[in-house]
């Protein structure tokens, strides 16, 4: 059973720091991206930023500069540090999982950031 669990998160100030962890497990294939997606209350989902496994990064324009995605291949794992970060970044942050055409694409449970004004 593919778990992706994830860690960090939490409250801070306009113009602090957070970072977020995300662990991947339980599947055969091979992770081909994984990624950090957010929900703010009454928006949709967003990508706010993506890594494969040759390393090519991908970010949503508003965090630009200020998010950084990193990932660990041997161990499944991926992770976001956000700094400068405001308001308007408040929301569940998802991390994602995909394994190709055939192992499919998953998601964690989430983890709240709220980040106060």
Not at 39 to 53: D, F, H, M, W, Y
Not at 98 to 115: E, I, K
């Amino acid at each position: 059973q593919v778990q992706l669990v994830e860690s960090g998160g939490g409250l801070v100030q306009a113009g602090g720091s957070l970072g977020l962890s995300c662990a991947a497990s339980g599947n055969e294939f091979s992770i081909y991206a994984m990624g950090w997606y957010r929900q703010a209350p009454g928006k949709q989902r967003e990508l706010v930023a993506t890594i494969t496994s040759d390393g090519t990064t991908n970010y949503v324009d508003s965090v630009k500069g200020r998010f950084t995605i990193s990932g660990d291949s041997a161990k499944n794992m991926v992770f976001l540090q956000m700094n400068s970060l405001k308001p308007e970044d408040t929301a569940v942050y998802y991390c994602n999982a995909d394994y190709g055409w055939y192992g499919g694409t998953f998601w964690g449970q989430g983890t709240r950031v709220t980040v106060s004004s």
